[in-house]
């Protein structure tokens, strides 16, 4: 998916979120700084030799792949998300908190609904 377009779906994503828990634009902007980062993550988790335009999902990938891409993605929309929501180095532990126990539920349902959703590739 060329970049401009996944950024306008991040964009619209983010503000359908932001309207939802009325959040001021903190969703919308996660979701672009995702957005924008996730051919990095690609690189980084993607096997070398496979197709560089690949989908990544469970089926497509090994476990372990996915699940270095679904943190990844899921560190830096979280530490975004709560960086923003915080906006002050004086609440890090507070930051800190939040992302890990945000992270732990979040990749469980993930890896869970992945498994679900593993044959519908």
Do not use: Q
């Not at 401009?4 to 309207?19: K, S, W």
């Amino acid at each position: 998916m060329h970049i401009n377009l996944m950024l306008i779906i991040a964009f619209v994503a983010g503000l359908i979120m932001d309207g939802a828990y009325n959040t001021l634009g903190v969703h919308a902007a996660s979701s672009i700084f995702l957005a924008y980062c996730r051919n990095a993550f690609l690189s980084w988790v993607i096997p070398r030799g496979l197709d560089d335009h690949l989908t990544p999902s469970l089926k497509r990938l090994d476990f372990f792949p996915f699940l270095r891409y679904a943190t990844f993605g899921l560190l830096a929309y979280l530490v975004f998300y709560y960086s923003m929501v915080f906006f002050s180095p004086v609440y890090f532990i507070d930051i800190t908190i939040k992302t890990l126990l945000s992270f732990t539920v979040s990749i469980f349902f993930t890896l869970i609904l992945a498994g679900v959703l593993n044959g519908l590739d």
